[in-house]
C-alpha cells in the first residue's frame, strides 16, 4: 500500500466490451464475490465461458488486481438500475471483493481487505469524479436479486474517508404513506414504482436500504428510523422529501 492507493497486479479477462452511451463513468458499484477463495473468484471472472467480469478483485491479504481497463465495459452488474439508468455497466466500475458471501457463511471483511478496497475506490471516485451517491452496492442496484456485498460492508467508514454517503445522527420521523416511501426511495436512486402497495419489489427495495444505511434491523419494513435516515440523505443530495430528484 502506498499514499496513493494499493499496489495492484494486472490480470486481464477477455470478458469485456466498448462502453455505450459515450463512455461517461459516474458508478462505482462495490460487490462480493460470494465465493470459497479468490482463486475460485479469479478463474470464473476471467473465464469466456462464464461471461462476466469486473474492473478490480481484490481477495481477502488485501493485494489488487486490475482484470478490465477502467475504460472498457466490464460485466459485473448484469440486470440492473441506479437513478434510471438501466445500462449499470457502461457507467460504472466494478469491485469485487473475496468473500463466500452470505451462502458461505457472511462475516466480517478483512482489515486489510478493507483498507485496499478504501484506498482503491479513493482513486476510482477522484478519477471519474463520481458522486457520493453513486457509490453503490450491487444489491442497491439490483435489489430482487442480489444482497452483496451486504450489511457487515464498513459503509459509514467509507463515506467518513469521502467514499459515498452516510446518514447524520436520526431521530425517528412519522412514516409518510406507502406510495410516498416509493417515491423516495427511488428519488434517491432506487428501481421502484409508486405502486402504493407492499410488494416483493418494494420489500426488497427497503431490505437493500436497511443493508446499506441500517444494517442493524434487516426486516424488508420501513419504519420511523428509515425514514429519517432517507430523508438526511436526500437532503444531502439537494432534495426534499417525497419530491422527486433526479437531477
Not at 482463486?39 to 476471467?46: F, H, I
Not at 407492499?198 to 434487516?218: I, S, W
Request: charged content about 20%; proline content about 8%.
Amino acid at each position: 500500500m502506498t499514499e496513493a492507493g494499493p499496489a495492484i497486479a494486472w490480470h486481464p479477462s477477455p470478458n469485456h466490451g466498448e462502453r455505450r452511451g459515450g463512455g461517461r463513468v459516474d458508478l462505482l458499484v462495490l460487490h462480493y464475490t460470494g465465493m470459497p477463495d479468490a482463486g475460485a473468484a479469479l478463474a470464473r471472472l476471467c473465464d469466456p465461458a462464464a461471461q462476466v467480469s469486473a474492473h478490480y478483485l481484490v481477495p481477502q491479504d488485501g493485494h489488487v488486481c486490475q482484470l478490465v481497463a477502467e475504460h472498457r465495459r466490464a460485466w459485473h452488474a448484469g440486470l440492473a438500475c441506479w437513478r434510471g439508468e438501466r445500462d449499470v455497466n457502461s457507467r460504472s466500475i466494478g469491485v469485487e471483493i473475496a468473500h463466500p458471501g452470505h451462502a458461505g457463511g457472511y462475516r466480517p471483511f478483512p482489515v486489510a481487505q478493507m483498507a485496499a478496497v478504501l484506498g482503491l475506490c479513493r482513486g476510482i471516485v477522484a478519477r471519474h469524479d463520481i458522486p457520493a451517491r453513486n457509490v453503490v452496492a450491487h444489491s442497491d442496484v439490483s435489489p430482487n436479486r442480489k444482497e452483496d456485498p451486504g450489511e457487515l460492508f464498513p459503509w459509514r467508514n467509507f463515506a467518513r474517508a469521502g467514499i459515498g454517503l452516510w446518514p447524520g445522527r436520526c431521530d425517528p420521523m412519522p412514516v409518510p404513506p406507502l406510495s410516498s416511501v416509493q417515491r423516495a426511495l427511488a428519488a434517491y436512486g432506487y428501481d421502484l414504482e409508486a405502486t402504493g402497495s407492499h410488494d416483493l419489489a418494494t420489500r426488497n427495495a427497503v431490505l437493500a436500504f436497511q443493508r446499506h444505511f441500517r444494517p442493524a434491523r434487516l426486516n424488508g419494513v420501513f419504519d420511523g428510523e428509515c425514514t429519517a435516515v432517507l430523508a438526511d440523505l436526500l437532503a444531502q443530495c439537494g432534495c426534499a422529501w417525497p419530491e422527486a430528484c433526479l437531477a
